[in-house]
């Protein structure tokens, strides 16, 4: 660094009144005037008579930009976000407000768009971590000349963590963009019609009983081009037995408190997953059960993925504390069926590859050249198109600020794919972060399901 900016920081550091962390966030910025950031917030600290608090931090994607956000005991009700350029030309003012007679709640109103928040405390490494659901939201598309095109609504479906999502013309024509229903008779549908940015559309349509038994019929296209597919059905016999059907493909599946046996079509056995070793050598009887349980959800070619890269399968009583150790085989989790097959996502890609540490593994889905050129295409289109408070419900698969996250964000959008292309997202948590994946991420879950 040249002496020059070092000045410039030390100078900022002592008159702008921002932490440590903003400053260096500051700093960070492409070109940053320092000068004129420091004029600016100047100008806002006076507007406020000095007191005011700021925090800031540099766009994940735009480097020559950040965001400020401020708060003041004027007006302790809101905090403003404004996004700046390097030349601290202000380029967008969102708000955060509370929700009447929701104290966990809270609302972002941004140009075009309104999201309603919620904060969970959630038990983490012995911690307590803050995460943040989205709850709903609307949003107003526009062409370039402002004119609307259509509203989005997203709202709760009456099934915990799944939203309704539809799309309002200006007409008041309605469509759907994902309907979730639940019969008297406790049969789950959910349907989805999503389109990307770029056109490409995903169809789909889940049925789940209260049996168990379920079936998925997922088509994604461009152009009416058909991409990829995927149609597989999971029938529930007797608590012994399941019809499993892979596109057409039909097996058998046998269930002993030992074992979980698959048959093909001709009854030759295809694979057998060995359930004492698995299971019941790693958890107490009571958890062991509710394991074998959830297995019993699984069609026969999650099982085949089971039977050769899984070795040791435990009970957690912490949802979101799930893992999994690539390079043990091992997956630590609930019995909450999405969160598993996202943890089976991980072994899938990882487990062969990775002496110890998982971060370094070479995934044979999640460093194959051809998913980071598609996930990258989408991920453009994406950063493009959303602000920050939509970036920031899949912030966990878009993070490519160092090498580290990066190679995460790839693993994480493979792991979460894969899982929600064996079955739709029906976890009771971060619902939008899988549907958003979903919607706008539709070419790399075409790779997943062709690979
Ligand atoms: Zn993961």
Redesign the pocket.
Known sequence: MKNLEINGLVKFAKTSGLNGYSISEIAKVKDIDLNGALKAIGKIKKSHNGDVVFFAEKDLYDPDKFRLMEWSKVNDKEVLIKTFDNKMNLISTDKVVPVAGKPAQSKIIGKDFEVVLEGHAVPKDGDVERMLESISETRQIRDKDGRLLRTEYLTPSEIDGLHNWKVVMPDGTVKPIIDVKKSKNGILTVTKDMEALDGTVTKSKYRKLPDGSWAMRLNISKDGKILSGRNVKHKMISANEAESTINGKKYRVLYSSDEIKLLNAKGETDCVIDLKSLVDDNNTPENALKLKNMLKECSADELQVISKKLKTLEYNPNKIDA??NCSAGKVSTGDDIFIFR??M??IDDLFGTVENDCAMGRGIYSTAQEFVDIYSQELNMFMKEFPQTQRQYVD?FINHSNLETSIQSF??TA??LLASNKSPDISRLLGTRTEYLERYFPQTRSYLINA
């Open positions: 893992f999994a996202h943890e996502g991980h966990y693993q994480e792991a979460e």
